[in-house]
């Protein structure tokens, strides 16, 4: 049984920044990617950001590259989120999923049906 624990989340101004967390508990974290997807109130959830299961190759969304960066730990079972230049449209509950196949090396992230485990979320607000 795999859990994962989102957290960090806040209130921040605009142009602030945030650094979301999520803990994984298993021992074969370190062997599947894991991405960040976000749900804004009245709207689907959307796909944020992946990280492949090494490290080694990251994927954005449009809406957040050049802002957002994404980062894990394997030796700590993390995978962070560190938001910058934040924006009002940001405002989300922002979800870590972990990436259904083990090692797997193809560059597919981008959708929820790819994913097997979720966060419980954590809400991240941008307001003045």
């Known amino acids: 049984q795999v859990q994962l624990v989102d957290s960090g989340g806040g209130l921040v101004q605009p142009g602030g920044s945030l650094r979301l967390s999520c803990s994984a508990s298993g021992r074969t974290f370190s062997s599947y990617g894991m991405g960040w997807f976000r749900q804004a109130p009245g709207k689907e959830r959307e796909f944020v950001a992946a990280i492949n299961w090494s490290g080694g190759n990251t994927y954005y969304a449009d809406s957040v590259k050049g802002r957002f960066t994404i980062s894990r730990i394997n030796a700590k079972n993390a995978v962070n989120l560190q938001m910058n230049s934040l924006k009002p449209e940001d405002t989300a509950v922002y979800y870590c999923?972990?990436?259904?196949?083990?090692?797997?090396?193809?560059?597919?992230?981008?959708?929820?049906?790819?994913?097997?485990?979720w966060g419980q979320g954590t809400q991240v607000t941008v307001s003045s």
């Open positions: 999923a972990r990436r259904a196949s083990e090692y797997y090396s193809g560059s597919y992230y981008y959708t929820e049906a790819e994913y097997d485990y």
